[in-house]
């Protein structure tokens, strides 16, 4: 079984985390983790009204990535503390079409990518995304897009992710949401 396991610092105090796949029976407390990461870490940038109609629209745990192998988790002591993974599905939501993509023409998709709030800039997002990008290369993919909500730029854009176009994406209540499409070359991934 595909398992990463390590400690964030040498400290023998510090709790041994490792990265695995998900299973499904993990999307429940995946559900959680990611309502506690868009509740806390959204503040200051989305209002509560865009966090709240998300999380009943727009965010959830695609099972397909999850069926697939391509959801990552990190987990400490046994519980979800981070989140994140490739598709090489066209869906950029999991409402879209699971259609398989043609790595030679079409870019894989990012998904997923939550932190639970106590684990925050501890690089957790760097491994599940370091852990991301060496999958999709390894499948043949050259390019790689993902939408990202503006609490997730500052890591995208630290991996030389691009934006290609700013949309707004409105749910079905009404509420508006600004998002990013991005794009990264993997030519440069080792």
């Keep these: 079984m595909f398992d990463v396991s390590h400690r964030l610092t040498s400290s023998s105090t510090l709790p041994l985390i490792r990265l695995r796949r998900a299973i499904p029976r993990d999307i429940p407390a995946l559900t959680r983790l990611i309502e506690q990461s868009v509740r806390e870490l959204g503040k200051g940038y989305y209002t509560s009204q865009q966090i709240e109609s998300a999380l009943k629209y727009a965010i959830h745990v695609d099972p397909q990535m999850v069926q697939d192998g391509t959801l990552y988790v990190i987990e400490s002591g046994g519980q979800p503390i981070a989140c994140g993974g490739w598709s090489y599905r066209g869906a950029l939501f999991p409402k879209d079409e699971p259609r398989v993509l043609n790595p030679a ?24 995304m ?9 499948a043949g993919f050259q390019q790689v897009e993902l939408f990202a909500t503006r609490m997730g730029e500052p890591l995208y854009a630290k991996f030389g992710f691009r934006e ?6 409105t749910l079905p209540d009404g509420v508006r949401i600004p998002i990013k499409r991005m794009v990264k070359d993997l030519a440069e991934i080792h």
Excluded: C, N, Q
């Design 105 to 128: 023409l079409e870019p894989a998709r990012l998904r997923t990518f939550y932190v639970h709030p106590a684990w925050a800039r501890r690089g957790l997002g760097r491994w599940l």
């Design 130 to 138: 370091e852990e991301s990008l060496a999958a999709a290369k390894a």
């Design 164 to 169: 290609v176009e700013a949309i707004t994406d």
